[in-house]
């Protein structure tokens, strides 16, 4: 478990992180989301003890990254890609961090054959991709079989299979009780891969909630609820949460804005108002966090520009 508590760094002038505080739980895929300059980075390198925080903690399984001897075999990450000795081979790229670690040596070819790079792990990192030195910085994280996992932007460079197999690795890492925390810049893979999300802005917590309560907040987003009482289910949802909108659109039917389904047949059942169907309907994952996270936005396109000159 991840556990990020008043965490805070200042580069003189600039609050890069401002006393951000969240967790992240096994068994699930967390998604760490945020605008560029948001603190993403800076927050995972005090988590791996790269950066010292100005104040606040950043602890794995309650203690710090640097009081872990072999750190392989808590944590794996991936944070740079590029991050290599060109000139080495992929094995041996490997099997040096597995020397440094105290892992054996069958685990360098255990992870190569996994990421799907074995049979190039001879060659020269140098002349490798940038999708196969995603996966070879995926192996890298993997080397030690930890119980908890980093990555950031993993899929940058993968092609359609490659984000598939991606996809399908840290949900079966997460299946397995393991910590699996993801940053991305990627929306529309965060809603194939995510169960849960933290989102910063400015470098304060903006979100931390599931993917369907995320997407919700999304304005417009609505979900649709059949009922033989939608005037009984109108009132308990208003009166449980003042800030969502609901309407009554016919004799069996309600539009709810602002609650996700989950949360909806929550109360219903709670209430015992019977409901025959709940479906969301519009808003994005996308749309959500544009609309979330619009204040916090450092660099913006002057679109109105390009399109018919300056003004």
């Known amino acids: 478990m991840i556990e990020v508590n008043e965490l805070t760094k200042r580069y003189r002038r600039v609050l890069a992180v401002d006393r951000l505080t969240f967790d992240v739980r096994p068994g699930q895929v967390t998604g760490f989301l945020g605008p560029n300059g948001s603190g993403k980075s800076t927050t995972l390198r005090m988590?791996?003890?790269?950066?010292?925080?100005t104040g606040g903690t950043a602890t794995v399984g309650g203690r710090p990254f640097q009081r872990y001897g072999t750190g392989l075999r808590e944590v794996g990450a991936l944070l740079d890609a590029g991050d290599v000795h060109k000139g080495r081979t992929a094995h041996a790229h490997l099997a040096a961090l597995a020397r440094s670690n105290g892992l054996p040596r069958r685990r360098v070819r255990e992870v190569l054959e996994q990421v799907g790079l074995a049979d190039v792990a001879g060659r020269r990192i140098g002349g490798y991709s940038l999708g196969m030195r995603q996966r070879l910085g995926i192996a890298g994280a993997l080397l030690g079989d930890p119980p908890v996992l980093i990555f950031d932007e993993p899929i940058n460079g993968l092609d359609p299979e490659g984000i598939r197999w991606a996809r399908e690795l840290f949900r079966g890492l997460a299946a397995q009780g393991r910590t699996v925390l993801v940053s991305s810049h990627i929306m529309s893979e965060m809603e194939h891969t995510a169960d849960h999300l933290i989102v910063i802005g400015g470098g304060r917590l903006v979100a931390d909630e599931s993917l369907a309560e995320f997407a919700a907040r999304a304005t417009t987003a609505h979900v649709r609820v059949?009922?033989?009482?939608?005037?009984?289910?109108?009132?308990?949802?208003?009166?449980?949460?003042?800030?969502?909108?609901?309407?009554?659109?016919?004799a069996q039917l309600l539009t709810v804005t602002g609650l996700s389904t989950f949360r909806i047949n929550e109360l219903a059942?709670?209430?015992?108002?019977?409901?025959?169907?709940?479906?969301?309907?519009?808003?994005?994952?996308?749309?959500?966090?544009?609309?979330?996270?619009?204040?916090?936005?450092?660099?913006?396109?002057?679109?109105?520009g390009i399109a018919g000159g300056t003004r």
């Open 47 to 53: 988590l791996l003890g790269l950066n010292r925080p």
């Open 226 to 250: 059949r009922t033989p009482d939608p005037g009984g289910l109108a009132k308990v949802l208003r009166e449980a949460e003042s800030g969502a909108g609901v309407s009554v659109d016919g």
């Open 269 to 304: 059942f709670a209430h015992r108002v019977l409901v025959y169907e709940v479906a969301a309907y519009g808003g994005s994952l996308e749309e959500a966090f544009m609309e979330l996270t619009a204040d916090s936005v450092q660099f913006r396109t002057g679109v109105a």
